[in-house]
Protein backbone atom coordinates (compact mmCIF):
# COMPACT_ATOMS: atom_id res chain seq x y z
CA UNK A 1 0.00 0.00 0.00
CA UNK A 2 1.32 3.34 -1.15
CA UNK A 3 -0.02 6.60 0.13
CA UNK A 4 0.34 9.85 -1.68
CA UNK A 5 -0.36 13.82 -0.78
CA UNK A 6 -1.35 16.20 -3.72
CA UNK A 7 -2.34 19.47 -4.13
CA UNK A 8 -6.18 19.60 -4.40
CA UNK A 9 -6.32 23.80 -4.31
CA UNK A 10 -3.93 26.50 -4.42
CA UNK A 11 -4.41 27.75 -1.13
CA UNK A 12 -6.13 31.25 -0.53
CA UNK A 13 -4.63 32.87 2.35
CA UNK A 14 -3.99 30.44 5.04
CA UNK A 15 -3.94 26.64 3.86
CA UNK A 16 -5.86 24.83 4.86
CA UNK A 17 -6.61 20.71 5.37
CA UNK A 18 -9.11 20.51 2.44
CA UNK A 19 -6.21 21.71 0.25
CA UNK A 20 -4.99 18.62 0.37
CA UNK A 21 -5.69 14.55 -0.91
CA UNK A 22 -4.96 11.49 -0.15
CA UNK A 23 -4.38 9.01 -2.74
CA UNK A 24 -4.10 5.08 -1.62
CA UNK A 25 -2.58 2.88 -4.60
CA UNK A 26 -2.72 -1.07 -3.77
CA UNK A 27 0.17 -1.67 -6.80
CA UNK A 28 3.86 -2.52 -6.22
CA UNK A 29 6.31 -0.26 -7.61
CA UNK A 30 8.82 -2.18 -9.90
CA UNK A 31 11.63 -0.38 -10.46
CA UNK A 32 13.62 -0.70 -14.20
CA UNK A 33 17.70 -0.41 -15.17
CA UNK A 34 19.23 2.38 -12.89
CA UNK A 35 16.43 2.77 -10.54
CA UNK A 36 15.76 2.45 -6.69
CA UNK A 37 13.03 1.79 -4.69
CA UNK A 38 12.56 4.40 -1.77
CA UNK A 39 11.17 4.34 1.94
CA UNK A 40 10.07 7.61 3.35
CA UNK A 41 11.62 8.03 6.63
CA UNK A 42 11.28 11.67 7.42
CA UNK A 43 9.51 14.36 5.37
CA UNK A 44 10.30 18.20 6.00
CA UNK A 45 7.76 20.67 5.91
CA UNK A 46 8.97 24.45 5.06
CA UNK A 47 7.45 28.06 4.94
CA UNK A 48 8.58 27.99 1.30
CA UNK A 49 6.60 25.50 -0.03
CA UNK A 50 3.44 28.04 0.70
CA UNK A 51 4.99 29.82 -2.67
CA UNK A 52 5.17 26.43 -4.78
CA UNK A 53 1.31 26.45 -4.15
CA UNK A 54 0.51 29.61 -5.80
CA UNK A 55 0.05 29.65 -9.38
CA UNK A 56 3.13 33.00 -10.24
CA UNK A 57 6.27 33.20 -11.25
CA UNK A 58 8.86 32.10 -8.26
CA UNK A 59 12.68 31.10 -7.85
CA UNK A 60 11.12 27.37 -8.29
CA UNK A 61 8.61 25.59 -10.50
CA UNK A 62 4.84 25.93 -9.54
CA UNK A 63 3.25 22.62 -7.66
CA UNK A 64 0.42 21.15 -10.17
CA UNK A 65 -2.81 20.29 -9.32
CA UNK A 66 -3.21 17.22 -8.52
CA UNK A 67 0.11 15.83 -8.58
CA UNK A 68 2.18 14.82 -5.86
CA UNK A 69 3.70 17.85 -3.53
CA UNK A 70 7.56 17.63 -3.29
CA UNK A 71 9.70 19.19 -0.48
CA UNK A 72 13.24 17.70 1.43
CA UNK A 73 12.79 13.89 2.29
CA UNK A 74 15.06 11.47 3.83
CA UNK A 75 14.32 8.33 2.26
CA UNK A 76 15.99 4.60 2.59
CA UNK A 77 16.77 2.47 -0.67
CA UNK A 78 14.80 -1.07 -0.33
CA UNK A 79 15.36 -2.10 -3.83
CA UNK A 80 18.60 -1.22 -6.04
CA UNK A 81 19.26 -1.39 -9.89
CA UNK A 82 21.65 1.81 -9.62
CA UNK A 83 24.65 0.81 -8.82
CA UNK A 84 25.47 4.14 -6.93
CA UNK A 85 23.02 3.15 -4.17
CA UNK A 86 23.06 -0.04 -2.15
CA UNK A 87 19.98 -1.68 -0.15
CA UNK A 88 19.58 -0.14 3.01
CA UNK A 89 21.50 3.15 2.01
CA UNK A 90 19.71 6.54 3.29
CA UNK A 91 19.58 9.31 1.39
CA UNK A 92 18.56 13.23 1.14
CA UNK A 93 16.43 14.92 -1.79
CA UNK A 94 13.86 16.89 -3.03
CA UNK A 95 11.32 13.71 -3.22
CA UNK A 96 7.33 13.87 -3.48
CA UNK A 97 4.88 13.03 -0.65
CA UNK A 98 4.88 9.71 -1.29
CA UNK A 99 5.18 6.57 1.50
CA UNK A 100 7.30 4.52 -1.05
CA UNK A 101 8.65 6.09 -4.65
CA UNK A 102 10.89 5.35 -7.43
CA UNK A 103 14.07 7.43 -8.31
CA UNK A 104 16.40 7.41 -10.58
CA UNK A 105 18.89 8.69 -7.71
CA UNK A 106 19.54 12.04 -9.72
CA UNK A 107 19.59 14.78 -7.52
CA UNK A 108 19.98 12.50 -4.58
CA UNK A 109 22.74 12.83 -2.12
CA UNK A 110 23.70 9.70 0.56
CA UNK A 111 23.43 10.30 4.52
CA UNK A 112 25.43 9.11 7.01
CA UNK A 113 23.11 8.33 10.04
CA UNK A 114 26.59 7.03 12.16
CA UNK A 115 27.75 10.41 11.98
CA UNK A 116 25.31 12.66 12.40
CA UNK A 117 21.07 11.61 13.23
CA UNK A 118 19.18 11.09 9.95
CA UNK A 119 16.92 13.90 10.68
CA UNK A 120 19.94 16.47 10.78
CA UNK A 121 20.45 15.88 7.23
CA UNK A 122 17.08 17.79 6.65
CA UNK A 123 17.93 20.16 9.15
CA UNK A 124 21.10 21.82 10.37
CA UNK A 125 23.12 19.62 7.69
CA UNK A 126 20.69 19.97 5.35
CA UNK A 127 19.12 23.41 3.26
CA UNK A 128 18.24 24.53 6.88
CA UNK A 129 22.03 25.16 7.63
CA UNK A 130 23.07 25.90 4.24
CA UNK A 131 20.55 29.05 4.15
CA UNK A 132 21.87 29.99 7.50
CA UNK A 133 25.58 29.87 6.67
CA UNK A 134 25.38 30.93 2.65
CA UNK A 135 23.02 33.80 3.72
CA UNK A 136 24.57 34.81 6.64
CA UNK A 137 28.17 34.80 4.69
CA UNK A 138 27.72 35.53 1.36
CA UNK A 139 25.38 38.39 1.80
CA UNK A 140 25.85 39.58 5.25
CA UNK A 141 29.83 39.63 5.31
CA UNK A 142 29.59 39.91 9.45
CA UNK A 143 32.65 41.22 10.85
CA UNK A 144 33.85 40.72 14.75
CA UNK A 145 32.35 42.80 16.89
CA UNK A 146 29.10 43.78 14.79
CA UNK A 147 25.49 43.03 15.92
CA UNK A 148 22.99 40.63 14.10
CA UNK A 149 19.40 40.74 14.60
CA UNK A 150 17.42 37.37 13.47
CA UNK A 151 14.04 37.58 13.11
CA UNK A 152 12.24 34.03 13.22
CA UNK A 153 14.65 33.25 15.63
CA UNK A 154 13.52 30.38 17.19
CA UNK A 155 12.79 28.55 13.73
CA UNK A 156 15.05 26.45 12.45
CA UNK A 157 17.08 28.54 10.44
CA UNK A 158 17.08 31.62 12.72
CA UNK A 159 18.55 29.30 15.11
CA UNK A 160 21.23 28.26 13.51
CA UNK A 161 21.83 31.98 12.24
CA UNK A 162 22.15 33.41 15.31
CA UNK A 163 24.64 30.49 16.83
CA UNK A 164 26.68 30.83 13.78
CA UNK A 165 26.95 34.34 14.73
CA UNK A 166 27.77 33.53 17.72
CA UNK A 167 30.80 31.55 16.48
CA UNK A 168 31.53 34.87 14.14
CA UNK A 169 31.96 36.94 17.16
CA UNK A 170 28.98 39.26 16.75
CA UNK A 171 26.37 40.39 19.10
CA UNK A 172 22.92 38.51 18.19
CA UNK A 173 19.64 39.90 18.96
CA UNK A 174 16.83 37.38 18.33
CA UNK A 175 13.60 37.98 18.03
CA UNK A 176 10.60 35.48 18.28
CA UNK A 177 6.61 35.34 19.57
CA UNK A 178 6.67 33.60 22.86
CA UNK A 179 8.62 33.89 26.10
CA UNK A 180 9.41 30.23 26.27
CA UNK A 181 11.10 30.73 22.93
CA UNK A 182 13.13 33.88 23.79
CA UNK A 183 14.18 31.82 26.78
CA UNK A 184 15.53 29.24 24.37
CA UNK A 185 16.81 31.66 22.17
CA UNK A 186 19.53 33.03 25.31
CA UNK A 187 19.75 29.58 27.45
CA UNK A 188 19.97 27.02 24.50
CA UNK A 189 21.25 29.20 21.76
CA UNK A 190 23.29 31.52 23.17
CA UNK A 191 22.17 34.78 21.75
CA UNK A 192 22.79 37.92 23.44
CA UNK A 193 19.27 39.30 23.50
CA UNK A 194 15.65 38.14 22.74
CA UNK A 195 13.13 40.25 21.86
CA UNK A 196 9.11 38.96 22.45
CA UNK A 197 7.23 40.69 19.20
CA UNK A 198 4.10 39.49 21.11
CA UNK A 199 4.47 41.40 24.19
CA UNK A 200 6.51 44.10 23.29
CA UNK A 201 4.72 47.20 23.41
CA UNK A 202 7.49 49.35 20.91
CA UNK A 203 9.74 46.95 18.81
CA UNK A 204 11.62 50.22 17.64
CA UNK A 205 12.78 51.20 21.42
CA UNK A 206 12.79 47.88 22.23
CA UNK A 207 15.65 47.01 19.09
CA UNK A 208 17.17 49.93 20.27
CA UNK A 209 17.80 48.47 23.87
CA UNK A 210 18.95 45.59 22.93
CA UNK A 211 21.08 46.93 19.91
CA UNK A 212 22.73 50.07 22.01
CA UNK A 213 25.47 49.75 18.61
CA UNK A 214 22.88 49.65 16.63
CA UNK A 215 21.84 46.82 13.81
CA UNK A 216 24.33 46.51 11.65
CA UNK A 217 23.57 42.68 10.14
CA UNK A 218 19.50 41.62 10.28
CA UNK A 219 18.56 38.12 8.93
CA UNK A 220 15.07 38.36 7.75
CA UNK A 221 13.19 35.15 7.98
CA UNK A 222 9.06 37.25 8.41
CA UNK A 223 9.05 40.57 6.82
CA UNK A 224 5.79 43.01 7.62
CA UNK A 225 6.01 45.20 10.73
CA UNK A 226 8.53 43.10 12.25
CA UNK A 227 11.16 44.29 9.78
CA UNK A 228 9.63 47.78 9.56
CA UNK A 229 10.42 48.25 12.76
CA UNK A 230 14.58 46.68 12.66
CA UNK A 231 15.13 49.55 9.30
CA UNK A 232 14.59 52.01 12.35
CA UNK A 233 17.90 51.04 14.25
CA UNK A 234 19.89 50.17 11.12
CA UNK A 235 23.76 51.59 10.78
CA UNK A 236 25.60 53.00 8.01
CA UNK A 237 26.62 50.01 5.47
CA UNK A 238 24.17 47.35 6.94
CA UNK A 239 22.72 44.45 5.58
CA UNK A 240 19.69 43.48 5.39
CA UNK A 241 19.48 39.70 4.27
CA UNK A 242 15.90 38.93 2.90
CA UNK A 243 16.08 35.15 3.27
CA UNK A 244 11.97 34.80 3.81
CA UNK A 245 8.89 36.85 4.59
CA UNK A 246 6.52 33.95 6.53
CA UNK A 247 4.11 36.95 8.05
CA UNK A 248 2.95 37.47 4.43
CA UNK A 249 2.85 34.33 2.89
CA UNK A 250 -0.46 34.21 3.17
CA UNK A 251 -1.32 37.78 2.50
CA UNK A 252 -4.07 37.33 -0.03
CA UNK A 253 -3.84 40.99 -0.68
CA UNK A 254 -0.34 42.53 -1.73
CA UNK A 255 1.38 44.02 1.37
CA UNK A 256 2.43 47.39 2.57
CA UNK A 257 5.07 48.42 4.81
CA UNK A 258 6.91 51.60 5.50
CA UNK A 259 8.94 52.77 2.06
CA UNK A 260 12.48 51.03 2.78
CA UNK A 261 13.93 53.27 0.24
CA UNK A 262 14.69 56.55 2.22
CA UNK A 263 16.31 54.23 4.93
CA UNK A 264 18.72 52.29 2.54
CA UNK A 265 19.73 55.89 1.03
CA UNK A 266 20.41 58.18 4.22
CA UNK A 267 22.05 54.66 5.56
CA UNK A 268 24.06 53.02 2.53
CA UNK A 269 22.45 49.98 3.42
CA UNK A 270 22.04 47.11 1.52
CA UNK A 271 19.02 44.67 0.96
CA UNK A 272 19.34 41.41 -1.23
CA UNK A 273 16.79 38.61 -1.74
CA UNK A 274 18.60 35.19 -0.67
CA UNK A 275 17.84 31.67 -2.45
CA UNK A 276 20.52 28.96 -1.01
CA UNK A 277 19.56 26.75 -4.42
CA UNK A 278 22.26 29.86 -6.30
CA UNK A 279 24.99 29.20 -3.86
CA UNK A 280 25.24 25.39 -4.36
CA UNK A 281 29.12 25.77 -5.53
CA UNK A 282 29.57 26.92 -2.04
CA UNK A 283 27.65 23.88 -0.27
CA UNK A 284 30.54 21.68 0.20
CA UNK A 285 32.86 24.63 1.73
CA UNK A 286 29.70 25.45 4.12
CA UNK A 287 28.72 21.99 4.89
CA UNK A 288 32.63 21.22 6.10
CA UNK A 289 31.96 24.42 8.47
CA UNK A 290 28.69 22.96 9.80
CA UNK A 291 29.47 19.60 10.38
CA UNK A 292 32.81 20.58 11.83
CA UNK A 293 30.50 23.41 14.24
CA UNK A 294 28.62 20.65 15.18
CA UNK A 295 30.98 17.64 16.21
CA UNK A 296 32.79 19.94 18.59
CA UNK A 297 29.22 20.87 20.06
CA UNK A 298 29.80 24.24 19.03
CA UNK A 299 26.08 24.31 17.30
CA UNK A 300 23.12 22.52 18.52
CA UNK A 301 19.61 22.27 16.86
CA UNK A 302 15.69 21.99 17.97
CA UNK A 303 13.57 19.77 15.85
CA UNK A 304 9.60 19.58 16.28
CA UNK A 305 9.15 16.13 14.81
CA UNK A 306 5.20 14.72 13.96
CA UNK A 307 4.26 11.59 13.94
CA UNK A 308 2.63 9.98 10.90
CA UNK A 309 2.45 10.27 7.11
CA UNK A 310 -1.26 11.60 7.63
CA UNK A 311 0.02 14.58 9.65
CA UNK A 312 1.96 15.86 7.14
CA UNK A 313 -0.51 18.54 5.99
CA UNK A 314 -0.88 19.94 9.47
CA UNK A 315 2.42 20.20 10.23
CA UNK A 316 3.07 21.97 7.19
CA UNK A 317 0.35 24.06 8.39
CA UNK A 318 1.13 24.62 11.92
CA UNK A 319 4.39 26.61 10.80
CA UNK A 320 2.18 29.47 9.72
CA UNK A 321 1.08 29.90 14.03
CA UNK A 322 4.42 29.32 15.24
CA UNK A 323 3.55 26.40 16.61
CA UNK A 324 7.53 24.59 15.75
CA UNK A 325 10.46 25.17 17.13
CA UNK A 326 13.06 24.90 15.36
CA UNK A 327 13.21 22.43 12.69
CA UNK A 328 9.32 20.91 11.73
CA UNK A 329 9.71 17.22 10.21
CA UNK A 330 7.57 14.52 10.57
CA UNK A 331 8.34 10.88 10.82
CA UNK A 332 6.77 8.34 8.56
CA UNK B 1 27.68 94.55 -0.11
CA UNK B 2 27.47 90.78 0.76
CA UNK B 3 24.56 88.57 1.02
CA UNK B 4 23.34 85.80 2.65
CA UNK B 5 20.60 83.18 2.83
CA UNK B 6 19.94 81.42 5.83
CA UNK B 7 17.56 78.60 6.83
CA UNK B 8 14.97 80.50 9.42
CA UNK B 9 13.05 77.41 9.82
CA UNK B 10 12.92 73.23 9.09
CA UNK B 11 10.42 72.75 6.17
CA UNK B 12 7.74 71.36 6.98
CA UNK B 13 6.27 69.08 4.16
CA UNK B 14 6.82 71.38 0.95
CA UNK B 15 9.34 73.96 1.55
CA UNK B 16 8.37 77.72 0.85
CA UNK B 17 9.80 80.48 0.70
CA UNK B 18 9.22 81.79 4.71
CA UNK B 19 11.77 79.07 5.41
CA UNK B 20 14.46 81.30 4.14
CA UNK B 21 16.02 84.33 5.27
CA UNK B 22 18.28 86.79 3.40
CA UNK B 23 20.65 88.78 5.28
CA UNK B 24 22.65 91.75 4.02
CA UNK B 25 25.55 92.80 5.74
CA UNK B 26 28.06 95.91 4.46
CA UNK B 27 31.55 94.98 5.88
CA UNK B 28 34.33 94.35 3.74
CA UNK B 29 35.67 90.48 3.52
CA UNK B 30 39.26 90.56 4.89
CA UNK B 31 41.49 87.33 4.53
CA UNK B 32 44.18 86.28 6.39
CA UNK B 33 47.37 84.03 5.77
CA UNK B 34 46.30 80.78 3.61
CA UNK B 35 42.57 81.88 2.77
CA UNK B 36 41.00 83.13 0.05
CA UNK B 37 38.13 85.34 -0.80
CA UNK B 38 35.49 84.20 -3.12
CA UNK B 39 32.65 85.24 -5.63
CA UNK B 40 30.25 83.10 -5.73
CA UNK B 41 28.96 82.29 -9.51
CA UNK B 42 27.19 79.06 -10.25
CA UNK B 43 24.84 77.70 -7.40
CA UNK B 44 23.44 74.27 -7.44
CA UNK B 45 20.15 73.27 -5.72
CA UNK B 46 20.12 69.75 -5.46
CA UNK B 47 16.90 67.70 -4.10
CA UNK B 48 18.87 66.16 -1.47
CA UNK B 49 19.48 69.17 0.51
CA UNK B 50 15.93 68.65 1.71
CA UNK B 51 17.10 65.69 3.65
CA UNK B 52 19.87 68.28 5.00
CA UNK B 53 16.90 70.79 6.71
CA UNK B 54 15.48 68.21 8.60
CA UNK B 55 16.03 67.59 12.28
CA UNK B 56 17.24 63.72 12.16
CA UNK B 57 19.97 61.33 11.13
CA UNK B 58 21.14 61.36 7.48
CA UNK B 59 24.25 60.64 6.25
CA UNK B 60 25.63 64.51 6.14
CA UNK B 61 25.27 66.88 8.85
CA UNK B 62 22.28 68.75 9.32
CA UNK B 63 22.13 72.47 8.49
CA UNK B 64 21.72 74.52 11.64
CA UNK B 65 19.02 77.18 12.18
CA UNK B 66 19.62 80.39 11.48
CA UNK B 67 23.32 79.73 9.96
CA UNK B 68 23.90 80.15 5.64
CA UNK B 69 22.47 76.73 3.67
CA UNK B 70 25.59 74.92 1.66
CA UNK B 71 25.08 73.36 -1.58
CA UNK B 72 27.71 73.00 -4.57
CA UNK B 73 29.12 76.10 -5.74
CA UNK B 74 31.59 77.56 -8.48
CA UNK B 75 33.44 80.42 -7.34
CA UNK B 76 35.99 82.74 -8.72
CA UNK B 77 38.76 83.89 -6.49
CA UNK B 78 39.29 87.30 -6.13
CA UNK B 79 41.88 87.99 -3.64
CA UNK B 80 44.36 85.14 -2.37
CA UNK B 81 47.23 84.66 0.36
CA UNK B 82 46.94 80.75 -0.50
CA UNK B 83 49.67 79.48 -2.93
CA UNK B 84 47.50 76.74 -3.89
CA UNK B 85 45.17 79.35 -5.53
CA UNK B 86 45.82 82.53 -8.08
CA UNK B 87 43.64 85.37 -8.44
CA UNK B 88 40.81 84.52 -11.23
CA UNK B 89 41.11 81.08 -10.40
CA UNK B 90 37.60 79.14 -10.99
CA UNK B 91 36.85 76.78 -7.86
CA UNK B 92 34.41 74.09 -7.15
CA UNK B 93 32.96 73.13 -3.37
CA UNK B 94 30.84 72.69 -1.12
CA UNK B 95 30.33 76.59 0.16
CA UNK B 96 27.63 78.90 1.75
CA UNK B 97 25.07 80.18 -0.35
CA UNK B 98 26.51 83.80 -0.15
CA UNK B 99 27.56 86.30 -3.12
CA UNK B 100 31.25 86.42 -1.30
CA UNK B 101 32.75 84.18 1.33
CA UNK B 102 36.48 83.49 3.04
CA UNK B 103 37.97 80.14 2.11
CA UNK B 104 40.93 78.38 3.69
CA UNK B 105 40.61 76.65 0.26
CA UNK B 106 40.03 72.83 1.90
CA UNK B 107 37.90 70.49 -0.16
CA UNK B 108 38.13 73.27 -3.21
CA UNK B 109 39.09 71.85 -6.96
CA UNK B 110 40.00 73.95 -9.57
CA UNK B 111 37.96 73.91 -12.67
CA UNK B 112 38.79 75.11 -15.96
CA UNK B 113 36.29 76.80 -18.05
CA UNK B 114 38.57 75.91 -21.59
CA UNK B 115 37.89 72.76 -21.41
CA UNK B 116 33.88 72.72 -20.59
CA UNK B 117 31.39 75.14 -19.39
CA UNK B 118 31.78 76.49 -15.98
CA UNK B 119 28.06 75.06 -15.10
CA UNK B 120 29.32 71.77 -16.19
CA UNK B 121 31.43 71.38 -13.35
CA UNK B 122 28.33 70.96 -10.86
CA UNK B 123 26.33 68.87 -13.12
CA UNK B 124 27.72 66.38 -15.40
CA UNK B 125 31.77 67.23 -14.36
CA UNK B 126 30.52 66.96 -10.37
CA UNK B 127 28.53 65.60 -8.55
CA UNK B 128 25.47 64.92 -10.88
CA UNK B 129 27.74 62.79 -13.45
CA UNK B 130 30.00 61.05 -10.40
CA UNK B 131 26.69 59.73 -8.67
CA UNK B 132 25.43 58.26 -12.33
CA UNK B 133 28.74 56.87 -13.03
CA UNK B 134 29.39 55.74 -9.88
CA UNK B 135 25.94 54.49 -8.68
CA UNK B 136 25.13 53.04 -12.11
CA UNK B 137 28.66 50.82 -12.31
CA UNK B 138 29.58 50.09 -8.88
CA UNK B 139 26.06 48.99 -7.41
CA UNK B 140 24.58 48.19 -10.83
CA UNK B 141 27.49 46.50 -12.71
CA UNK B 142 25.25 46.95 -15.73
CA UNK B 143 26.00 44.05 -18.52
CA UNK B 144 25.68 44.78 -22.09
CA UNK B 145 22.38 43.75 -23.22
CA UNK B 146 20.76 44.17 -20.24
CA UNK B 147 17.69 46.68 -19.56
CA UNK B 148 18.21 49.35 -17.65
CA UNK B 149 14.83 51.36 -16.29
CA UNK B 150 15.86 55.27 -14.84
CA UNK B 151 12.98 57.09 -13.07
CA UNK B 152 13.53 60.95 -12.87
CA UNK B 153 15.18 60.05 -16.05
CA UNK B 154 14.59 64.32 -17.61
CA UNK B 155 16.49 64.81 -14.26
CA UNK B 156 20.03 65.58 -13.67
CA UNK B 157 21.53 62.47 -12.94
CA UNK B 158 18.58 60.46 -14.47
CA UNK B 159 19.63 61.80 -18.02
CA UNK B 160 23.51 61.18 -17.08
CA UNK B 161 22.59 57.50 -16.27
CA UNK B 162 20.48 57.02 -19.46
CA UNK B 163 23.12 58.12 -21.32
CA UNK B 164 25.98 55.98 -19.58
CA UNK B 165 23.64 53.07 -19.84
CA UNK B 166 23.07 53.26 -23.97
CA UNK B 167 27.17 53.96 -23.80
CA UNK B 168 27.33 50.32 -22.11
CA UNK B 169 25.39 48.76 -24.63
CA UNK B 170 22.29 48.57 -22.05
CA UNK B 171 18.52 48.84 -23.49
CA UNK B 172 17.16 52.38 -21.82
CA UNK B 173 13.44 53.31 -20.53
CA UNK B 174 13.21 55.96 -18.49
CA UNK B 175 10.25 57.57 -16.88
CA UNK B 176 9.61 61.12 -16.54
CA UNK B 177 6.54 63.19 -15.57
CA UNK B 178 5.53 65.24 -18.93
CA UNK B 179 5.78 64.29 -22.80
CA UNK B 180 7.91 67.12 -23.29
CA UNK B 181 10.57 65.30 -21.09
CA UNK B 182 9.78 61.74 -22.81
CA UNK B 183 10.41 63.22 -25.76
CA UNK B 184 13.59 64.78 -24.88
CA UNK B 185 14.76 61.70 -23.36
CA UNK B 186 14.70 59.47 -26.20
CA UNK B 187 15.64 62.08 -28.76
CA UNK B 188 18.15 64.05 -26.85
CA UNK B 189 19.92 61.77 -24.80
CA UNK B 190 19.15 58.72 -27.01
CA UNK B 191 16.42 56.56 -24.78
CA UNK B 192 15.25 53.22 -26.23
CA UNK B 193 11.72 54.07 -24.51
CA UNK B 194 10.42 56.58 -22.34
CA UNK B 195 6.45 56.16 -20.08
CA UNK B 196 5.04 59.43 -18.70
CA UNK B 197 4.20 58.31 -15.53
CA UNK B 198 1.37 61.26 -15.22
CA UNK B 199 -0.42 60.26 -18.08
CA UNK B 200 -0.31 55.90 -17.78
CA UNK B 201 -3.32 54.02 -17.03
CA UNK B 202 -1.03 51.23 -15.96
CA UNK B 203 2.55 51.69 -15.02
CA UNK B 204 3.38 48.28 -14.18
CA UNK B 205 1.30 47.21 -18.11
CA UNK B 206 3.22 50.00 -19.79
CA UNK B 207 7.41 49.24 -18.20
CA UNK B 208 6.37 45.56 -18.95
CA UNK B 209 5.84 46.84 -22.74
CA UNK B 210 8.85 48.93 -22.72
CA UNK B 211 11.15 46.32 -21.18
CA UNK B 212 9.82 42.76 -22.78
CA UNK B 213 12.67 41.33 -21.69
CA UNK B 214 12.27 42.32 -17.96
CA UNK B 215 14.59 44.41 -15.62
CA UNK B 216 18.00 44.04 -14.89
CA UNK B 217 18.73 47.62 -13.37
CA UNK B 218 17.02 50.37 -11.94
CA UNK B 219 18.45 53.26 -11.18
CA UNK B 220 15.87 55.14 -8.78
CA UNK B 221 15.74 58.89 -8.24
CA UNK B 222 11.89 59.07 -6.80
CA UNK B 223 10.98 55.58 -4.82
CA UNK B 224 7.17 55.63 -4.09
CA UNK B 225 3.73 53.96 -6.19
CA UNK B 226 6.78 54.56 -9.50
CA UNK B 227 8.92 52.13 -7.96
CA UNK B 228 6.38 50.18 -6.54
CA UNK B 229 5.27 49.38 -10.20
CA UNK B 230 9.12 48.40 -10.98
CA UNK B 231 9.09 45.46 -8.63
CA UNK B 232 6.20 44.00 -10.84
CA UNK B 233 8.84 43.90 -13.36
CA UNK B 234 12.46 42.88 -12.08
CA UNK B 235 14.40 40.21 -13.22
CA UNK B 236 16.32 37.10 -12.10
CA UNK B 237 19.23 38.72 -10.20
CA UNK B 238 18.09 42.12 -11.17
CA UNK B 239 20.09 45.09 -9.12
CA UNK B 240 18.06 48.36 -7.92
CA UNK B 241 20.22 51.36 -7.19
CA UNK B 242 18.27 53.68 -4.65
CA UNK B 243 19.67 57.51 -5.15
CA UNK B 244 17.17 59.06 -4.25
CA UNK B 245 13.44 59.20 -3.10
CA UNK B 246 11.96 62.49 -4.02
CA UNK B 247 8.51 61.46 -4.24
CA UNK B 248 8.81 61.00 -0.47
CA UNK B 249 11.20 63.74 0.68
CA UNK B 250 8.18 66.17 1.60
CA UNK B 251 6.12 63.76 3.60
CA UNK B 252 5.63 64.42 6.83
CA UNK B 253 4.34 61.18 8.04
CA UNK B 254 6.16 57.91 7.43
CA UNK B 255 5.49 56.64 4.06
CA UNK B 256 4.18 53.34 2.96
CA UNK B 257 4.95 51.46 0.17
CA UNK B 258 4.72 47.58 -1.52
CA UNK B 259 6.51 45.81 0.64
CA UNK B 260 9.88 45.09 -1.33
CA UNK B 261 10.48 41.89 0.69
CA UNK B 262 8.97 39.33 -1.27
CA UNK B 263 9.92 40.62 -4.95
CA UNK B 264 13.93 40.75 -3.62
CA UNK B 265 13.29 37.12 -2.58
CA UNK B 266 11.84 35.83 -5.53
CA UNK B 267 14.08 36.97 -7.71
CA UNK B 268 17.08 36.77 -5.44
CA UNK B 269 17.45 40.73 -5.69
CA UNK B 270 19.80 42.89 -4.40
CA UNK B 271 18.74 46.83 -3.06
CA UNK B 272 21.32 49.03 -2.11
CA UNK B 273 21.00 53.07 -0.86
CA UNK B 274 23.76 54.95 -2.83
CA UNK B 275 25.40 57.81 -2.06
CA UNK B 276 28.48 59.06 -3.77
CA UNK B 277 30.59 60.25 -1.11
CA UNK B 278 31.01 57.25 0.01
CA UNK B 279 33.53 56.73 -3.86
CA UNK B 280 35.59 59.18 -3.24
CA UNK B 281 38.44 56.99 -4.06
CA UNK B 282 37.25 56.51 -7.53
CA UNK B 283 36.45 59.84 -8.60
CA UNK B 284 39.28 59.98 -10.29
CA UNK B 285 38.73 57.02 -12.82
CA UNK B 286 34.60 58.34 -13.34
CA UNK B 287 35.91 61.71 -14.07
CA UNK B 288 38.34 60.59 -16.63
CA UNK B 289 35.47 58.15 -18.22
CA UNK B 290 32.98 61.54 -18.11
CA UNK B 291 35.16 63.88 -19.47
CA UNK B 292 36.04 61.59 -22.48
CA UNK B 293 32.58 60.70 -23.38
CA UNK B 294 31.71 64.60 -23.02
CA UNK B 295 34.74 65.50 -25.38
CA UNK B 296 33.72 62.59 -27.64
CA UNK B 297 29.93 64.03 -27.90
CA UNK B 298 28.57 61.05 -26.37
CA UNK B 299 27.34 62.51 -23.65
CA UNK B 300 25.28 65.58 -23.51
CA UNK B 301 22.74 67.69 -20.92
CA UNK B 302 20.55 70.26 -19.71
CA UNK B 303 20.47 72.76 -17.13
CA UNK B 304 17.92 75.13 -16.11
CA UNK B 305 19.77 77.81 -15.80
CA UNK B 306 17.86 80.56 -13.34
CA UNK B 307 19.10 83.86 -12.79
CA UNK B 308 19.59 85.88 -9.87
CA UNK B 309 21.05 85.04 -6.22
CA UNK B 310 17.40 86.19 -4.77
CA UNK B 311 15.98 83.06 -6.62
CA UNK B 312 17.80 80.63 -5.16
CA UNK B 313 15.05 79.18 -2.46
CA UNK B 314 12.80 79.27 -5.33
CA UNK B 315 14.61 77.67 -7.48
CA UNK B 316 15.01 74.81 -4.83
CA UNK B 317 11.45 74.37 -4.57
CA UNK B 318 10.82 74.12 -7.95
CA UNK B 319 12.82 70.87 -8.06
CA UNK B 320 10.02 69.32 -6.09
CA UNK B 321 7.70 70.43 -9.02
CA UNK B 322 9.55 69.27 -11.30
CA UNK B 323 10.37 72.39 -13.30
CA UNK B 324 13.57 71.77 -14.50
CA UNK B 325 15.11 69.80 -17.13
CA UNK B 326 18.39 68.51 -16.01
CA UNK B 327 20.58 70.35 -13.43
CA UNK B 328 19.26 73.11 -11.79
CA UNK B 329 21.29 76.07 -11.65
CA UNK B 330 21.36 79.56 -10.37
CA UNK B 331 23.79 81.96 -11.97
CA UNK B 332 24.69 85.02 -9.64
Known amino acids: MIKTILLKNRPEGKPSLSDFEFVIEDSNLKISEGEILLETIYVSV ?37 EKFAVGDFVSGMLSWKTKQVSTGEGLIKVDGSKAPLSAYLGVL ?8 LGLNEIGKPVTGETLVVSGAAGAVGS ?86 ISVYNNTELPKSVSVQPFLIKNSALMQGFIVFNYAEKFPDA ?46
Chains 1, 2 share one sequence.
Open 46 to 82: DPYLRGRMRDAKSYIPQFELNKPIQSGVIAKVLESKN
Open 126 to 133: GMTGLTAY
Open 160 to 245: VVGQIGKILGLRVVGIAGTDEKIEMLKTKFGFDAGINYNTSKNLVADLAKAAPNGVDLYFDNVGGPISDAVLFNINTFARLIICGA
Open 287 to 332: MKHLSGWLAEGKLTYTETIVDGFDNIPKAFIDLFEGKNKGKMIVKI
